[in-house]
């Protein structure tokens, strides 16, 4: 019977931890990054695609075409 019991407590918390998480998305809205990682899970961001051996930093800003000056 205490088993029983026990299941029924931490199904009962589970669900009222789904309603909370439901009741506070419908409140402040769903999340911006959650809602674009479901529309592309792979993480890759659509537009131009960047040279992979060189991304350009704050230090490499004036030297033009990504490479090294």
């Known amino acids: ?3 029983l ?8 918390f589970f669900g009222l931890c789904v309603l ?7 409140v402040i809205g769903r999340d911006e990054h959650a809602q674009a990682l ?5 993480g890759s961001r659509a537009g131009p ?4 051996a060189h991304v350009d ?8 075409a990504g490479g090294p000056a």
Do not use: F, K
């Open 1 to 3: 019977m205490a088993d």
């Open 5 to 12: 019991l026990l299941v029924l407590v931490v199904l009962t």
């Open 20 to 26: 909370y998480a439901h009741g506070i998305e419908r």
């Open 38 to 42: 479901a529309e592309n899970p792979s």
């Open 49 to 52: 695609a960047t040279d992979a």
């Open 57 to 64: 930093t704050p230090h490499d800003a004036g030297r033009g």
